[in-house]
Structure formats: C-alpha cells, structure tokens
C-alpha cells in the first residue's frame, strides 16, 4: 500500500484514543466544542462508510471519565478498550482489533485522540515501528493538545516519522470521493449540513434558495414584514 494511493472505505479504519472529559478539560490547542463536534462528524463519516472503528480509553473510572456520550451514540454496538498505559500500543486488544482490520487489507489507520503530544504520538510511533507496513493518519482537527505549540510540534514530529496529517471533512470527502456515488450521497450531505459549518450552510443554501427545495425542519408561520406604525 503506498501514501500515495487515497482513502478509501475499503482501505480504512479508525481509532478513536481517549476521547474523555478529563482528557478534554485539558484541550487548550482547540475549542473544545469544535473539537466535539469535529470527532463526532468524523464518527458519523466512519459509520456512513461502514469503517471497522475502534474506541478506547484510558483510566475511566479512576480519573479520565467515560467516553463522550456523542461519539457512543455512534457505535452504540462497539466494545470499549479500557486501558492503564497512555500508549495505546501497549494495549493487546487495542493492537488486536487493528490487526485483525489490517489483515482485511485495511492499514491505513486514521486516527483521533487526546492528547496529541501524548496518547496520539506515542501510539502513532510505535504502531509503525512494529508494524511498517501500516499507515497513520493523524486528524489534526479532530484531536487536541495542552497548547498550541504542543499540538503543533507533535503533529511535526509524526510528520517527520512519516505519519501523515489530515483533517476530519478531508476524511470523509476523500472517503466519498465521486458525487456519482449516490448510496452515500444524501448521509455525506446531511453530515456536512450538521457538522460542517460554513460549509453545510451554503449546501442548505443551495437546496432551498437555487434549487428550491424544501427546507429540512418544520417550523410555524412566516408573518409579516408589519411595519410599525
């Protein structure tokens, strides 16, 4: 498999490291709602694809908290991977469950976590120091660090080990890649109404305003304009 060759539903998985309230407090490279909403949008993207997912979690009860309720709503069906190291790599079921996705020709692993200098560098290292022929892709904007420049210089130490950076809507556009393909077309558009920002504003723009549409939530009367008199 080379970098070269995009992602794919086919050729992906995703891990989602530590996504946890106490991990999260610490956030201070990204606001912390966008950092949300950012995670569950790229979950969505995963669930539309079918993407083999993987969510763990370090320390819940003791101090980390439980898993965003968002991202579980998602994977309501998947295991939680509990851990004590930071490194989730150090975790058999974690190394298990991306082994068994990878052997199914899936070793372009796309990755969100807390912290980015912590659990996302240590994992992504040593992930490819043992398994070479994987892929790491870092969603930068679907994982946080305790600064900015923590957040900067770890994502430019991976980049210098050859992990490579992307951002969650890039995931989930790469994985639609052709708007021919029409069995996810409507799931793609309605998550980037939701979770785009911006972006799904000028789609919602689009259908109602140019193609006259119809608008996607019910709501009461338009009355006036009344001028006062």
């Not at 992307?166 to 989930?172: D, E, N, S």
Request: with cysteine; glycine share 6%.
């Amino acid at each position: 498999m080379s970098k070269l060759e995009v992602l794919t539903p086919a050729n992906s998985q995703l891990i989602f490291i530590d996504q946890q309230p106490q991990m999260a407090f610490g956030v201070q490279s990204i606001d912390r709602q966008v950092l949300k909403n950012n995670v569950v949008g790229l979950a969505k993207a995963g669930k539309i694809f079918n993407i083999p997912t993987t969510i763990t979690t370090v320390e819940t009860q003791s101090f980390s908290g439980h898993t965003f309720p968002e991202l579980l709503a998602v994977f309501p069906e998947n295991d939680i991977l509990e851990r004590t190291s930071m490194n989730s790599w150090d975790d058999q079921n974690v190394r298990d469950a991306l082994d068994r996705n990878a052997a199914q020709g899936r070793r372009k692993i796309v990755v969100s976590g807390l912290w980015t200098e912590v659990c996302n560098t240590t994992f992504a290292l040593s992930a490819l120091n043992d398994r070479p022929d994987y892929e790491i892709y870092m969603v930068a904007d679907a994982s946080g660090g305790t600064s900015a420049d923590a957040h900067k210089y770890a994502m430019d130490r991976m980049v210098q080990a050859g992990i490579i950076p992307v951002t969650w809507q890039q995931v989930l556009l790469e994985w639609q890649r052709d708007w021919a393909h029409r069995e996810t077309y409507d799931a793609v558009t309605s998550l980037v109404k939701e979770h785009s920002g911006a972006y799904g504003m000028g789609v919602d723009y689009a259908y109602t305003m140019v193609h006259g549409a119809n608008e996607r939530v019910t709501h009461g009367k338009r009355i006036g304009p009344n001028p006062a008199k």
